[in-house]
């Protein structure tokens, strides 16, 4: 229950729009015991101003309209994708059970995440640098020392949250932090370890040279399920995050800011992910980062496998990701069911979405072996690929048994290259469909390759260019064939379309699929979807904006106030202005 979250976003580009949060439950009460204040809970998204102003965040059909509610307002430190963010407190006004999370900006209301206030549940806090480990963990004051501490001391449904340290102390099992049954959550009582409101906390498991920051056991047991694990800095020396053997699953893994320190780790092949899930369903990345880590082709962000399972991988939704800056050959999002599995397991109903990569040897998205209804859109991949050995952007590549490898659609992705590699690499038999996506050959690199290929592969409505004509196999009648898409700006990475390009209203309808674009612009924004990971707006400025970049500048504010001053600009316009300024806008 509220494990996925699908909605309609926002309406135009400078309306605030929310991604996703960390928690989607929380008590409405207990903050350093208190009956006033609850749960700290943190939304990403874009265009909330870096100050608040009269802003405000409801919860629960309550407005958060005191500064003191929040922790943090507009941060994009540490964030993926420079994505914004904003943290807040719970309180008992809020109504208990299901409800929803909005943020209003400038009088413009975003979407809403789904939440449920709940009025069970403890709230515990650990502090490396001034914590024992013989308080009772209930304030700040009173925190636990160490992660493994905290684990021993709490329940299922319990929040720790963990202040800024570093936090280097073997928990068991090769671990600073071990998930057991003992503490799991369930539906609307999640488990969560979060870092604290505007601190950051560093796991380092490099001082003990331990195999992950934090997981499970390998053992199939299937007890630990539901809990939550963000907003920390972790230094890997193997991996940050495993999960496997636990069949349920239910783990939200999100905003992970993950530092491999320039390549310096793993110091051997990991053959896994620095995120890892094995033999398992029900599982959420967002918002995480990746860079400077892995070793070779064994090592990825995220590794979805299965060696010794008697299911199917279930449930799996990637998004708001980056990754960049990987070691020779690694590989960014990988599905690999094992080739060779008797009992014939497929990955099922996996979403990866509105994700970044880039400056990649290996592929941004690699599918291998079986699967089945894997949904890849509003992605933006540049510069990955890069290899010579036929890496691509995009890799699909397929084991047919019981099921043949279908309904893989890809669909509003903008896939960009800058060296000899091919965008698209197909192996073997895959089923795929693509829509809505640009292919942007920059330096005359080949759209695709393949090789023993006897698959179908369904395409229209694509932008092809760069290289020439498109492939053989596109023969879709709707393709921009070799007709330059006019994006924004290659070289600072730019990808939004440009006024006038060819892909603005070309595509087809991917309602079912793409509901937004990347920036989260709902679609379509004209007479039809845009081609590509952006949705175009013709967008109106500020008369005080004279540069045109949807932000006031102090010397903007200024030269505004003179026309004012010589009755060429109307005061409402300067108060307005004024407002933008002091909220970062």
């Known amino acids: 229950l509220g494990f996925f979250c699908f909605v309609q976003i926002s309406l135009a580009a400078n309306n605030p729009v929310l991604f996703f949060s960390d928690l989607i439950d929380g008590p409405k009460t207990g903050w350093n015991g208190s009956l006033a204040k609850g749960a700290a809970v943190t939304i990403w998204g874009n265009n909330f101003g870096t100050a608040r102003g009269s802003s405000y965040v409801t919860v629960g059909g309550v407005n958060l309209a005191n500064d003191n509610d929040y922790a ?58 001034n914590g024992l480990n013989t308080n009772n963990g209930q304030t700040n004051t009173t925190a636990w020392k160490t992660l493994g501490k905290a684990r021993q001391s709490i329940s299922g449904g319990d929040i720790v949250y963990i202040r800024a340290g570093t936090y280097d102390e073997i928990d068991s099992s090769d671990k600073l932090l071990l998930l057991t049954g003992a503490i799991s959550g369930s539906d609307n009582n999640y488990t969560a370890f979060a870092g604290y409101p505007a601190e950051v906390a560093i796991l380092n498991p490099v001082t003990n040279m331990l195999g992950r920051a934090i997981g ?13 694990t963000a907003k920390l800095r972790i230094l890997p020396y ?72 008697s299911n199917d991988l279930l449930n799996y ?116 469909s693509f829509r809505n996506n640009i292919f942007y050959s920059e330096n005359n690199q080949p759209y695709y ?36 898409p006019l994006i924004t700006s290659l070289a600072a990475h730019d990808f939004h379309l440009l006024a006038g390009s060819p892909a603005i209203d070309a595509g087809i309808d991917a309602n079912a699929i793409a509901t937004n674009d990347y920036d989260g612009v709902l679609r379509p924004q004209g007479g039809a979807f845009d081609i590509g990971a952006y949705e175009y707006i013709s967008q109106t400025f500020h008369p005080a904006d004279a540069n045109q970049n949807n932000k006031i500048e102090m010397n903007e504010l200024i030269a505004f106030i003179g026309k004012w001053k010589s009755a060429q600009a109307t005061l409402t316009d300067v108060l307005t202005a004024l407002d933008k300024w002091m909220r970062g806008m």
């Open 317 to 432: 939704d990637f998004g708001w990701n980056e990754i960049h800056d990987l070691g020779p050959d690694v590989s960014g999002i990988y599905i690999h069911p094992q080739d060779t599995d008797a009992n014939n397991k497929y990955a099922d109903n996996i979403k990866i979405h509105d994700n970044l990569a880039y400056n990649l040897t290996h592929a941004g998205i690699m599918l291998n072996s079986r699967y089945v209804n894997v949904y890849i859109y509003n992605n933006l991949l540049y510069r990955s690929g890069l290899a010579s050995a036929g890496r691509g952007a995009l890799y699909l590549n397929g084991v047919n048994t019981t099921r043949n490898i279908s309904n893989v659609r890809i669909y509003n992705n903008t896939i960009h290259s800058g060296d000899a590699s091919g965008l698209l690499v197909f192996l073997t038999s895959v089923n795929a």
């Open 449 to 484: 390759s393949d090789s023993n290929y006897n698959g179908i592969r369904s395409s229209d409505y694509n932008a092809w260019y760069g290289r020439g004509v498109r492939p053989a196999w596109a023969t879709g009648m709707n393709d921009l064939n070799n007709i330059d």
């Open 72 to 129: 943090e307002w507009g941060v994009t430190a540490n964030n993926a994708r420079g994505m914004e963010r904003i943290t807040f407190w719970l309180n008992p006004n809020m109504a208990n059970g299901t409800g929803t999370i909005n943020v209003t900006v400038n009088g413009i209301t975003s979407n809403t995440l789904p939440f449920y206030v709940r009025t069970t549940g403890n709230i515990r806090f650990v502090d490396h640098t």
């Open 238 to 309: 193997m991996g940050a995050f495993n999960a496997s053997q636990q069949p349920l699953g239910y783990f939200r893994i999100v905003a992970l800011d993950i530092d491999g320190q320039n390549g310096a780790y793993p110091v051997a092949s990991t053959w896994s992910g620095a995120i890892d899930f094995h033999d398992q369903s029900n599982g959420i990345v967002y918002g995480s980062k990746l860079y400077g880590w892995g070793r070779d082709k064994f090592d990825h962000f995220i590794y979805l496998g299965e060696d010794t399972s």
């Open 216 to 228: 499970t056991n390998y053992t199939y047991n299937g007890s630990v399920h539901h809990i939550v």
